[in-house]
């Protein structure tokens, strides 16, 4: 099969290192998911994550053609998936009726108010 960068293929963990999991993609071509392309949030323990043996989505950072062995990314296909889960796009926030410009309308009022405290 033909690889290229940016390609999200599936592979089979092939084993788990404190720094990360290495993937076989087909007979000849392996990678790595290093330990911050797990997950987006923080990982302490790789196994938590992925088990040998377990069938992964991995999107193609990198890779060395000469070598046959590709940077993985579980964590760039799991935030994809996220985004195309989200069937309604976010609501739109209201028009602000307020803003810097009434905090400076008031401005000259509050100044007149805070000197007159001073007198007191």
Same mark, same amino acid.
């Given at each position: 099969?033909?690889?290229?960068?940016?390609?999200?293929?599936?592979?089979?963990?092939?084993?788990?290192?404190?720094?990360?999991?290495?993937?076989? %993609? &087909?007979? /000849?071509?392996?990678?790595?998911?290093?330990?911050?392309?797990?997950?987006?949030?923080?990982?302490?323990? *790789?196994? @938590?994550?992925?088990?040998?043996?377990?069938?992964?989505?991995?999107?193609? %950072? &990198?890779? /060395?053609?000469?070598?046959?062995?590709?940077?993985?990314?579980?964590?760039?296909?799991?935030?994809?998936? *996220?985004? @195309?889960?989200?069937?309604?796009?976010?609501?739109?926030?209201?028009?602000?009726?307020?803003?810097?410009?009434?905090?400076?309308?008031?401005?000259?009022?509050?100044?007149?108010?805070?000197?007159?405290?001073?007198?007191?």
């Amino acid at each position: 099969m033909h690889y290229l960068v940016g390609n999200i293929v599936e592979g089979v963990i092939t084993g788990i290192q404190p720094y990360g999991a290495f993937v076989s %993609l &087909d007979n /000849d071509h392996t990678g790595l998911i290093h330990i911050s392309e797990i997950s987006s949030g923080y990982v302490k323990d *790789v196994n @938590k994550f992925v088990k040998l043996h377990e069938r992964v989505r991995v999107k193609i %950072l &990198d890779m /060395d053609e000469e070598q046959n062995h590709f940077k993985l990314s579980l964590k760039a296909v799991k935030a994809r998936n *996220v985004r @195309k889960a989200r069937k309604h796009p976010s609501p739109r926030l209201p028009d602000m009726i307020i803003g810097f410009r009434s905090i400076a309308d008031k401005m000259d009022d509050w100044l007149k108010e805070a000197g007159r405290k001073e007198e007191i």
